[in-house]
């Protein structure tokens, strides 16, 4: 495997870490449909939470937060609504949609999280 899809990867892993011990149920990772991919889908109480992970080795260009523009947000839209078309149980279910940002060294940064992003 590619070296930025290990770190892509572990920086998912560490997302995913982070949030359950903040308190949110894990139901899936990189799901994968035709209008692209969701990171991770998380559940905090009622809510569906719809996670973007980023992870950059530094903000020299904008960071991890500054790669989510217009058009990435309406992919992640587009998935999770073919997510919830695809899990009827969850598709009544308020939703939001989370940012977990990571810059540095994947090893020692903390992830910053960003609750209803967009």
Same mark, same amino acid.
């Given at each position: 495997?590619?070296?930025?899809?290990?770190?892509?990867?572990?920086?998912?892993?560490?997302?995913?870490?982070?949030?359950?011990?903040?308190? %949110? =149920?894990?139901?899936?990772?990189? #799901? !994968?449909?035709?209008?692209?991919? /969701?990171?991770?889908?998380?559940?905090?109480?009622?809510?569906?939470?719809?996670?973007?992970?980023?992870?950059?080795?530094?903000?020299?260009?904008?960071?991890?937060?500054?790669?989510?523009?217009?058009?990435?947000?309406?992919? %992640? =839209?587009?998935?999770?609504?073919? #997510? !919830?078309?695809?899990?009827?149980? /969850?598709?009544?279910?308020?939703?939001?949609?989370?940012?977990?940002?990571?810059?540095?060294?994947?090893?020692?940064?903390?992830?910053?999280?960003?609750?209803?992003?967009?």
């Amino acid at each position: 495997m590619a070296f930025h899809l290990k770190r892509g990867q572990r920086a998912e892993r560490k997302a995913r870490d982070f949030l359950i011990r903040n308190g %949110l =149920r894990h139901i899936e990772s990189n #799901y !994968r449909c035709p209008c692209g991919e /969701l990171d991770l889908v998380m559940e905090d109480g009622e809510h569906v939470v719809f996670v973007e992970v980023r992870f950059r080795n530094s903000d020299r260009f904008g960071g991890a937060l500054a790669s989510i523009n217009a058009q990435k947000q309406k992919k %992640l =839209r587009d998935s999770a609504e073919h #997510y !919830r078309q695809r899990h009827k149980p /969850l598709s009544n279910r308020p939703c939001r949609f989370d940012v977990i940002s990571l810059t540095g060294d994947i090893n020692s940064v903390d992830p910053e999280w960003i609750k209803d992003a967009f």
